[in-house]
């Protein structure tokens, strides 16, 4: 093997390590560019809501098992028990007499109405 040869290897052997390491620090930084982003968008969105007056809701996440998620009509096997059918409690319809602040803001009377356009 000749002293050429030897150099050639050696080239090759640094510019693939070279290119690895360039491409895992651009990957490094693609991810943290998206988690950096992630967190000036909830910050953003933190701020605004208090801003406006409205605590920030807290986000829960929880696992499921497969299958825990599906609506009712996509689960197979499931059958309702006749005990589902004894939960349903029925009730009677009555009418809620409107009160006069309700009246007045709904435009039906019993109070001052606001002037038409």
């Given at each position: 093997?000749?002293?050429?040869?030897?150099?050639?290897?050696?080239?090759?052997g640094l510019s693939r390590t070279l290119w690895r390491?360039?491409?895992?620090?651009?990957?490094?930084a693609l991810v943290l560019g998206?988690?950096?982003f992630g967190l000036v968008l909830s910050l953003i969105a933190v701020i605004w809501s208090l801003l406006r007056?409205?605590?920030?809701?807290?986000v829960r996440f929880q696992w499921q098992r497969a299958g825990a998620g599906m609506p009712p009509w996509a689960q197979r096997g499931a059958r309702k028990s006749s005990a589902?059918?004894?939960?349903v409690v029925d009730?009677?319809?009555?009418?809620?007499?409107p009160s006069p602040d309700n009246a007045a803001r709904l435009g039906q009377g019993g109070g001052k109405r606001p002037p038409d356009a």
């Open positions: 093997m000749s002293l050429l040869e030897k150099l050639d290897r050696l080239l090759v390491l360039v491409l895992w620090a651009l990957g490094l998206v988690l950096l007056g409205k605590r920030p809701s807290p589902d059918a004894a939960d009730v009677e319809v009555r009418e809620v007499p």
